[in-house]
């Protein structure tokens, strides 16, 4: 037995290079339902494989007639004359358990659910829906959706979707291939790409992925030889233990993932009382796990196929730069090329202009330029003269892109217009890309068709480029902190005494956190009864319990305490506002601090996100966090390299790191406690929802941590 026929009497199921060919290049596919009607969706895949030149064994299953578009129909899966490879079902709902458990008698090693009527109902189509997966695992079958549009693959001509996008006459075959959790993007993608003479390797649409999710898909097309560039449409993110693996490999293996997801506006789930609950919201967290497995994630929708080009030629050589990128920007429309620099600017690019040696480098090889950011040849320059401006802005060191702006003429003459971009293109380097102005559909073509990624919006060519770099700056920093995501960080046992569930006390809270390493300022429990500590004075008094995280939000916190007076004072206005703010809660004492002294106040926190897991976050500290959103994000656990890079991110830490001849704070330290901190993700036993150092005080020498919430997974609120 194969290893694959292994993994399929164990009820595993095919993966890898089995699961490709069945789900990609079937040898002999079923039509589950498919309808003679020709005006009928179920129809269509029948219809698209015979328009598309696919050459395998097509076997419809009509259960009502014995012949489907000329070819011989049987009434059920079990009636097939031989076995199959991959089935496509398009059955209603309460029939698909039946067509799943044919199909894997008859072989199928991949079920293609088009069928709705599962998750997508609720409650209880989520349960129709757990039991189909449960049904497919003990077949040793996998199965894509229910609720999939299908999968095309564009070489092969297997065509198994009901896309209507796909009754174009011709599908040209390229070599980016798209996943995407919409079926009908997945067409409006395809369309899209085609009208810009882009091709296509493979398009999957994967439904409500209970089996073959959109990672495990990203991994089979990383080994894909067709595809170059992957695009992802993404409406959340069920699987990224699978999913950021896939990314790295397939940022190892040279081959850029494009992503662009839903999302940016919405609040998602309901976050978490904690401040870094409401500071490190679901989309801001897949965009920090997005950017460290080194994926590329598009603000735009036409930025995700328009960027393919420009992604597939420089992803892996473009340089990950600890500044601004800097643009060079020629044109023969000053207003045209005035709109993207504008744009580049919001997406933090700069437009540059030539230094002096450049433009009197120029000025001897006949070409008078100014130096300003855009450099305008409208009346200044022959065609020839054009090319060799390009080429030598492509081989100079003071920019790191190259973007030509081109008029009008390129709708009319577009040989004219982009031929000296076409021809300085063979320099190679750096990137060069264009933006037409006018609407210019074949001098789009023409660009193409040379390998010059074109745009057709300053919002789109923006994007594009800013997403090109960023992404850099993430796979080095991924790289930077290869072996930090887990594996090599040592479990961190759960200190004996304390809870297991529910909300933590302050002092609880600083004993898990000092058991990671972090400092925290020393501390005593007293009661009321009796409130003797041998912490020195002046210290800080605040209420203790388990019932109140935020203290400073219901009186429960007094500074600057002197002696053992004032402390008694502290503890009964403390008690009383605690009492007749909340009533309910469970008091431990009066928590005794000693006051710290601090440069810079910050905040460390870290949650569990319900998409893209645990995540640490540093930001502005203090009770003003949530006004400034001056934050830093990264998946958790962190490298000492990627706590170096949050600390640059926060604006708020130029404060002590030489701003203006103030003083220094202890960075290092910063950084120690940051990847200490983040190591909540190791825990063993409870599971960590949340956790916040705030403030986290900066110090001359070291940090120390002032006051602490933690918050554990199973907690009732």
């Known amino acids: 037995m194969t290893r694959v026929d292994k993994e399929i009497a164990a009820g595993v199921g095919a993966t890898g290079k089995a699961l490709a060919r ?19 969706n179920t129809a269509r895949p029948l219809r698209f494989m015979r328009k598309h030149g696919y050459r395998g064994r097509i076997l419809p299953v009509n259960a009502g007639r014995s012949e489907v578009m000329g070819l011989p129909a049987y009434p059920s899966v079990d009636a097939l004359p031989e076995a199959i490879d991959h089935a496509f079902v398009m059955v209603p709902g309460a029939h698909v358990a039946e067509a799943l458990a044919q199909s894997a008698a008859r072989g199928a090693r991949v079920v293609t659910v088009f069928s709705d009527g599962f998750a997508e109902l609720g409650e209880a189509g989520m349960a129709a829906q757990q039991a189909l997966a449960d049904q497919a695992r003990q077949l040793g079958v996998r199965l894509l959706g ?27 075959p390229g070599s980016v291939s798209v996943v995407s959790q919409s079926g009908s993007m997945l067409g409006a993608l395809l369309s899209r790409g085609a009208a810009r003479g882009m091709g296509f390797a493979k398009l999957v649409s994967v439904g409500n992925e209970a089996d073959v999710g959109v990672g495990e898909l990203v991994d089979l097309l990383v080994d894909d030889d067709a595809t170059e560039v992957i695009l992802l449409f993404l409406e959340t993110i069920r699987d990224a233990a699978v999913l ?34 409401a500071l490190a919201g679901n989309d801001a967290a897949v965009d920090a796990f997005l950017r460290k497995h080194g994926a590329m994630r598009v603000e735009m929708l036409e930025t995700l196929f328009e960027a393919a080009p420009l992604a597939s030629r420089h992803a892996r050589t473009v340089p990950a730069l600890d500044r601004a990128p800097r643009v060079a920007v020629v044109t ?10 504008d744009r580049l600017g919001l997406a933090g690019v700069d437009a540059v202009p030539p230094p002096d040696a450049f433009v009197a480098h120029m000025a001897a090889r006949g070409v008078r330029i100014r130096q300003t950011p855009i450099i305008d040849l409208t009346l200044a320059a022959t065609s020839a003269q054009y090319r060799d401006l390009v080429e030598q802005m492509l081989q100079s060191d003071w920019c790191d892109a190259v973007l030509c702006v081109a008029g009008s003429s390129a709708q009319f003459h577009p040989q004219l217009a982009v031929k000296p971009i076409v021809e300085a293109s063979a320099i190679g380097g750096k990137p060069l890309l264009a933006f037409l102005a006018p609407e210019a559909t074949q001098s789009l073509q023409v660009l193409q068709s040379a390998g010059v990624p074109a745009f057709r919006t300053p919002e789109s060519c923006a994007d594009a480029l800013s997403c090109l770099f960023r992404a850099a700056r993430g796979a080095q920093a991924a790289d ?6 887990g594996a090599d960080v040592p479990p961190l046992p759960w200190p004996e ?16 956190f000092e058991a990671l390493g972090v400092p925290i300022a020393p501390a005593a429990l007293v009661s009321p009864a009796s409130l003797g500590h041998a912490v020195p004075y002046p210290v800080v008094a605040k209420i203790c319990s388990r019932d109140i995280l935020h203290k400073t939000e219901i009186g429960g916190v007094q500074v600057g305490v002197r002696d053992n007076a004032e402390l008694a004072a502290a503890a009964e206005r403390l008690l009383a506002n605690a009492r007749q703010a ?18 810079l106040e910050l905040m460390l926190g870290y949650r569990q996100d319900p998409l893209v897991g645990p995540m640490v976050m540093l930001s502005a500290g203090g009770i003003t966090a949530e006004l400034h959103r001056d934050v830093s994000l990264r998946p958790a656990p962190v490298s000492l390299d990627e706590a170096r890079q949050m600390i640059d991110e926060v604006r708020s ?58 918050r554990l997974a199973d907690a009732q609120h």
């Open 497 to 512: 005494g304390l809870p297991t569930q529910g909300d933590l006390t302050e002092r609880e809270a600083g004993t898990v």
């Open 244 to 277: 950021g693996p896939a990314l790295r490999r397939a940022r190892a293996a040279g081959k850029p993932v494009l992503v662009y997801k839903l999302g940016r506006s919405a609040q998602g789930e309901a976050l978490a009382q904690s401040h870094t609950g």
């Open 146 to 172: 229910p609720n999939s549009i299908g999968v095309v693959d564009v070489h092969s001509g297997a065509i198994l979707s009901v896309n209507a996008v796909l009754e174009m006459d011709e599908l040209r």
């Open 653 to 710: 830490t130029r404060l002590v790191r030489g701003f203006r001849g103030l003083p220094r704070g202890d960075v290092d330290a910063l950084a120690d406690a940051i990847v200490r901190f983040s190591r909540l993700a190791a825990v063993q036993g409870p599971t960590v929802a949340e956790a916040e150092i705030n403030p986290l005080f900066v110090r001359a020498n070291g940090v120390v941590g002032v006051d602490c919430v933690l």
């Open 480 to 485: 930077a902190g290869q072996g930090d995501d």
């Open 22 to 40: 069945a789900l990609f290049t079937p040898g002999a596919v079923a039509l589950v339902g498919a309808s003679a009607d020709e005006k009928k």
């Open 582 to 599: 909340v009533p309910d809660a469970r008091i431990d004492g009066i928590l005794v601090q000693r006051m710290e002294d601090r440069l």
């Open 332 to 341: 023969t429309t000053g207003g045209g090329a005035a709109t993207v620099v």
